[in-house]
């Protein structure tokens, strides 16, 4: 198991957002985190990487927990945010070379990564300008490009599908599918169920910050009682369920 | 869209108080009274040594290019903001009212800045122009009506494209040619002349079809530059948040920063951030050349010596929040690096800096006193005031 989440109870502050949340991803599998706006999956990322503290329950990554050593929990993580996140006054090769010190990982080989990662992108000709003036679309890859290089065992991704070009979109999707070759897991929160439906392995789908259902595709069919259903009509159905209970 | 204005303009208003009243702190109000004093006998010197001496050749031309000057402050107070092209296109129809409503409340202040100007400069006109009460009076007035001819020609821009040229021509070299017939001792006809103007862009106003198309990009973009000019202006005394400055390369730093180390990305990052921001690093190299020159000019060994530790706390207390810059970008957090990596690396390109610091200090100390003995206890004194300084910082959370 790359991600073990036990029993999470957590949000801000005084109010818990999340109610005894438990999952996992395990090596070499793509898990989509499923919700409505405000289920809760910005809440449990930020819990996962280390944002919040969990007012109970347990994370691990890899065996690690956050609480007893931080520095290498986070070592084995990469996370892309939903919105590209950059600094200011780094040129691209920059942050690159941010990332690798930080994560203390080989300079030539990292490099050289990035780089290909680059070339994909059509941004290797770019190293020397500043990712803060890019357009939104190249930010993202900018993200994605310095998750990628790195060599973590988790990869956390917010939203990847929203900015990105159909030609991007294939581009990470390969990406992902690398890194699950080599044993890594990836955590992805999306809203774009058709895509997910495609190529996640396993679905977590929360709302009102509890579980609602988990499985692969064919498990939830089982689930909802219909054989040829798609992600979009489960979560619907589940959710106007979820929906009529509360009413 | 009236009321939208008048909602507007006590927002804006009571915004506007909020930052003066840091910007009229009493260290500012102070000195500016002994500057507003010190000019006041300075100019009253001027009319009382030329008072009776004929008029010089150069006057009328001073008079014409000070009361230009004084027209172009005051700007239309338009008050949109950018979600208007969104939200207040249907009611495009009504952009004119919601327009005179900004003109007449700009031109408030206008006017009044205006008349202000030019009461101050009545005695120039009265004893070194030598001109009587009743030219004095048609000076002011042409001033007050092209000062509206402004505020109108402002209005008539964000209906109409107009050339950089020709908006030159209209704003600056039009008055400024009023002004200079005027300052010739023909007052009457300037200020006809300046009421042609003014007709002139009425005519305009009322042939424009309600049909006619705002600009609102530009009006919306011209409005956001004048905010952010005066937010500028504040940010000088406060933190103004929406005063965001962007960082420069500055290719020909690169050499001094630090190359990727495995040991430290935060020096790495902060010597960056520090050499390519604006509100750093300009400020940092600002505040060098100002202690510098200052320096390099005071013979004075104590002044000099208080003037040098002054300037040492400031840029030492300048750069401290250089540190915090980062903590809102989630990657600070989410890297496998301790807090105290952080603080360890900070300390270190601090302490490189108030090395250079002091090092420049010192010899500017010695290029305006001259004394050796005095220029090392100043260094000395310098360096202990920095470590001291330091110690105190790395101890902040």
């Known amino acids: 198991m790359i991600l073990d989440v036990e029993n999470l109870t957590g949000g801000y502050f005084m109010r818990p957002v999340l109610k005894d949340l438990s999952f996992t991803v395990n090596e070499g599998e793509l898990v989509g985190l499923i919700g409505l706006n405000g289920a809760g999956k910005s809440t449990t990322i930020k819990h996962i990487i280390g944002l919040l503290q969990a007012q109970s329950g347990q994370i691990l990554v890899g065996e690690t927990s956050i609480k007893k050593d931080p520095i290498n929990y986070k070592k084995k993580l990469a996370y892309i945010p939903e919105t590209p996140v950059l600094y200011e006054e780094l040129t691209l090769k920059e942050h690159l070379e941010m990332t690798i010190m930080a994560y203390d990982l080989d300079y030539e080989t990292a490099f050289q990564k990035a780089l290909s990662l680059l070339k994909i992108f059509r941004l290797d000709n770019k190293l020397d300008w500043f990712p803060a003036n890019f357009s939104k679309g190249m930010k993202q890859k900018v993200m994605i490009t310095c998750a990628f290089m790195t060599e973590a065992e988790l990869f956390i991704i917010d939203e990847p599908f929203l900015g990105l070009d159909p030609l991007a979109t294939r581009d990470l999707l390969n990406l992902i599918d690398q890194v699950k070759q080599r044993g890594a897991g990836v955590l992805m929160s999306t809203h774009v169920l058709s895509t997910a439906e495609k190529y996640c392995d396993r679905f977590v789908m929360i709302d009102q910050g509890s579980l609602k259902a988990k499985g692969t595709l064919a498990e939830l069919r089982d689930l909802y009682g219909a054989k040829d259903a798609s992600l979009a009509d489960i979560y619907l159905g589940m959710t106007e369920l979820a929906g009529e209970e509360h009413a | ?397």
Request: include cysteine; charge should be positive.
């Open chain 2, 1 to 397: 869209m009236l009321k939208l204005y008048q909602v507007r303009q006590r927002a804006y208003l009571k915004q506007i108080f909020k930052y003066l009243r840091y910007v009229l702190n009493d260290f500012f109000v102070l000195s500016l009274l002994f500057a507003f004093g010190g000019l006041g006998l300075a100019y009253s010197n001027y009319l009382k040594a030329l008072k009776n001496q004929p008029t010089p050749s150069y006057a009328p031309y001073i008079m014409a290019v000070i009361l230009t000057l004084v027209i172009q402050f005051g700007q239309l107070k338009t008050l949109l903001k950018p979600a208007d092209a969104v939200f207040l296109l249907p009611k495009e129809g009504e952009i004119r009212r919601y327009l005179t409503r900004a003109k007449r409340a700009s031109l408030v202040t206008g006017v009044l800045f205006t008349i202000g100007c030019s009461l101050v400069l009545v005695p120039f006109l009265l004893f070194i122009l030598k001109f009587d009460r009743l030219q004095v009076t048609f000076i002011c007035l042409t001033a007050i009506v092209l000062k509206y001819f402004w505020l109108s020609l402002e209005e008539f821009t964000l209906y109409f494209e107009m050339s950089k040229g020709i908006k030159f021509l209209f704003c600056v070299v039009y008055p400024f040619i009023n002004f200079l017939i005027a300052a010739l001792g023909l007052g009457v006809y300037a200020l006809t002349f300046s009421l042609v103007g003014c007709l002139l862009i009425f005519i305009w106003r009322q042939s424009m079809g309600e049909k006619q198309i705002f600009l609102w990009q530009q009006a919306i973009g011209k409005e956001s530059s004048r905010m952010m000019n005066l937010y500028r202006f504040f940010n000088l005394f406060c933190d103004v948040p929406y005063v965001v400055t962007s960082a420069k390369r500055r290719k020909y730093l690169d050499f001094m920063l630090p190359k990727a180390h495995k040991k430290r990305p935060y020096y790495y990052l902060f010597a960056r951030g520090l050499v390519r921001s604006g509100s750093f690093g300009s400020l940092f190299f600002r505040l060098l050349v100002l202690g510098g020159l200052l320096l390099c000019f005071l013979e004075n060994r104590y002044l000099a010596l208080l003037i040098a530790l002054i300037f040492t706390y400031l840029i030492c207390f300048q750069m401290g929040p250089l540190k915090d810059k980062y903590n809102e970008i989630v990657f600070t957090h989410l890297y496998p690096l301790t807090q105290t990596d952080k603080t360890r690396d900070f300390a270190k390109l601090m302490r490189i800096l108030m090395l250079a610091v002091v090092l420049l200090f010192t010899i500017c100390y010695f290029a305006g006193t001259r004394d050796v003995k005095y220029s090392l206890v100043t260094g000395i004194l310098l360096l202990l005031e920095s470590y001291a300084l330091l110690k105190r910082q790395s101890k902040e959370k």
